[in-house]
């Protein structure tokens, strides 16, 4: 008779167990249209990343609904998936390229570029997969999606193309934290913000299409006595400088829209859809 271990070993019970399941497609979402559906797309975590104690509350509460669902008769779909990372992941490949080609994403070109992040991906973004495996997640793993997949991204391209047509979404010139190394925009959460003492400009010019205008004062340029509050710092890329937002012909993760700076008609764009 085999002995009792004095505490219990999950080691050598739950993954023989996680695997017969997986094996017997207990997890699967099968379409039925007898039963009533039930279906939840998992927040997909960074690919770079690892699971932390939000992920794991959050995984937990989705996998206890979608088994209640299923034990409830209803056709259940739990769909797993990663998120492309967007800069960092632009950011780590960059660095590999680097050291191991003396490349940049310039001499690759966009195309070629997102070719080698996908390939990144799929070698290094297993960790978090893994981990939920781990958890004892009951996706179905068969359906498995990355937001750099084709699909989605035209999926993303189109909503937003659709959005810009009919005047809810529009492109113009804006103040963003700018990185002069990776040449892109990044978001608020991506920098970190640190008090500096500087100056700001203010310009005054003429216009010479209007004549009314530009004759009411000479041009000049005022320096504002105060400082600006804030400047961003990268660490990861070592950005420190912030400029307006433009296009760059450089080939980055990010989407590409419509380049008009200007926001459509909206009465003529609803009428027209």
Known sequence: MAEIPKSYEPQGVEQQWYDRWVAAGCFKGKVDHSRESFAVMIPPPNVTGVLH?????????????????R????????????????????????????????????DLGREKFIQVASEWRDKHGGIILGQLRKLGASCDWDRTVHTLDAGYS???????????????????KRMVNWCPVSQTGLS?????????????YRMRYE????????????????????????????????????????????PSLAPRFPSSATRPSRKSSVRAS
């Open 154 to 172: 035209q999926a993303v391209l189109q909503a937003f193309v659709t959005l810009y047509e009919r005047g809810y979404v529009y492109r113009g």
């Open 71 to 106: 034990q409830e008769g209803k056709s259940a779909l739990w769909l797993p998936g990663t998120d492309h990372a967007g800069i960092a992941t632009q950011s780590r490949v960059e660095k590999e390229l680097r050291q191991k080609e003396g490349k940049t994403r310039h």
């Open 53 to 69: 104690m939000g992920h794991l509350l959050n995984n937990t509460l989705q996998d206890i609904m979608v088994r209640r669902a």
């Open 188 to 200: 608020d959460e991506e920098v970190i913000m640190k008090p500096t003492k500087g100056s700001l």
């Open 207 to 250: 216009v010479a299409e209007i004549p009314a205008r530009s004759s009411r004062s000479p041009p000049r340029v005022q320096r504002l006595s105060r400082a600006t509050p804030l400047s961003p710092s990268i660490p990861t890329t070592n950005a420190t400088s912030i400029s307006s937002a433009s296009t760059s012909g450089a």
